[in-house]
């Protein structure tokens, strides 16, 4: 059964270094988010994009969040620099919205373990 | 900001009972689904109900929409261990955009 890959499952980091988190969406699914989830709270959209482009960014800490999906398949969200309040999961979803059948489901990564020190 | 609300917080129950959740929100849906996360790992889609319908089944879930009163409510018939999970309802306003509650942690006891 397809899956959505994340890479690193953990990462520690001290406070003021860069971060990058990878995913890989099930093949065919042109839309692609990043969430974030606290410890004991739901997931908060963070970026989602439809093949190459942001749909919506509205959640994402510009100032020092960025994401991409360059081929319009994979995706980078790198931080820079971690703050310790940056400490949470980074969950990653794919969907074939607009695509048909289906299409409103979201279907998760793993999700990466930040930890900031 | 958070939509959904889950109600109760934490609920722990006996194997072979039933387990109700419950879900508020404040403005209207395309669609609102309920999501499953076991402890530390990604979260799994259960059931997507649409806001034109009242009901929907699947396995041992049974999901319910009441639009007049922006709530849903999610049953786990004959609950067993491996129910051992926290329960999102997530609502879907427009576009996929999904905004998740906080959550109902079921423990279920062997």
């Known amino acids: 059964e397809a899956e959505v890959a994340q890479s690193p499952r953990y990462k520690i980091t001290e406070k003021s270094q860069a971060v990058a988190f990878w995913c890989d969406p099930i093949s065919g699914h042109a839309t692609l988010y990043w969430y974030r989830q606290i410890l004991g709270q739901g997931p908060e959209l963070l970026v989602q994009?439809?093949?190459?482009?942001?749909?919506?960014d509205s959640q994402l800490p510009k100032d020092r969040f960025s994401a991409e999906r360059l081929k319009g398949v994979d995706s980078t969200l790198k931080i820079q620099p971690a703050e310790l309040g940056d400490s949470a999961m980074y969950l990653c979803?794919?969907?074939?919205?607009?695509?048909?059948?289906?299409?409103?489901?979201?279907?998760f990564g793993p999700g990466t373990r930040l930890l900031v020190l | 900001s958070q939509q959904g609300e889950e109600d109760p917080q934490a609920l722990s129950i006996q194997e072979g009972e039933n387990a109700t959740m419950n879900c508020s929100y404040k403005?209207?849906?395309?669609?609102l689904q309920w999501y499953r996360q076991n402890s530390g790992r990604g979260l799994v889609h259960l059931i997507l109900?649409?806001?034109?319908?009242r009901e929907k089944h699947s396995g041992r879930l049974r999901v319910t929409l009441d639009t007049s009163k922006k709530s849903s409510s999610l049953l786990i018939t004959a609950s067993r261990a491996a129910d051992t999970a926290s329960y999102f309802c997530?609502?879907?306003?427009?576009?996929?955009?999904?905004?998740f509650g906080k959550g109902t942690k079921l423990s279920v006891k062997p």
């Open positions: 979803a794919s969907s074939s919205l607009g695509q048909g059948f289906d299409q409103e489901t979201q279907y």
């Open positions: 994009f439809q093949d190459e482009s942001v749909v919506d």
């Open positions: 109900i649409r806001s034109n319908e």
């Open positions: 997530a609502t879907d306003l427009s576009q996929g955009n999904l905004i």
């Open positions: 403005t209207s849906i395309n669609n």
